[in-house]
Nanobody, 124 residues
Framework: QVQLAESGGGLVQAGGSLRLSCAAS????????MGWFRQAPGKEREFVAF????????FYAESVKGRFTISRDNDKSTLYLQMNSLKPEDTAVYYC?????????????????WGQGTQVTVSS
């Protein structure tokens, strides 16, 4: 198993930036495909981005493409999400997730392990 813990959320004005981190512990971090998801109040959890085990094959939701960047440091067992040009509609709880299978999925059901989430609030 792997344990995940997100950090870096907070309150930011529209147009600002935040960098989320997801620290992993337990099994070897580099074996997992990693993803970021978010959930706003009253809405379903939605895909934000995923990244392959080696740091390649990054893919983004259309709503964040060009503004967010997913990356990972396998030596530090940490996943990142750099968020720029934030909009009020980006407000949500952000979760990192790990998938034991190298399937590069956009679907939450395909991920095996989840962090507790970190709140991101973007004010207008």
């Amino acid at each position: 198993q792997v344990q995940l813990a997100e950090s870096g959320g907070g309150l930011v004005q529209a147009g600002g930036s935040l960098r989320l981190s997801c620290a992993a512990s337990g099994r070897t971090f580099s074996r997992y495909t990693m993803g970021w998801f978010r959930q706003a109040p009253g809405k379903e959890r939605e895909f934000v981005a995923f990244i392959g085990w080696s740091g390649g094959n990054a893919f983004y939701a259309e709503s964040v493409k060009g503004r967010f960047t997913i990356s990972r440091d396998n030596d530090k067992s940490t996943l990142y999400l750099q968020m720029n040009s934030l909009k009020p509609e980006d407000t949500a709880v952000y979760y990192c997730a790990a998938d034991e299978e190298p399937q590069l999925s956009m679907w939450p059901r395909d991920y095996d392990y989840w962090g507790q989430g970190t709140q991101v609030t973007v004010s207008s």
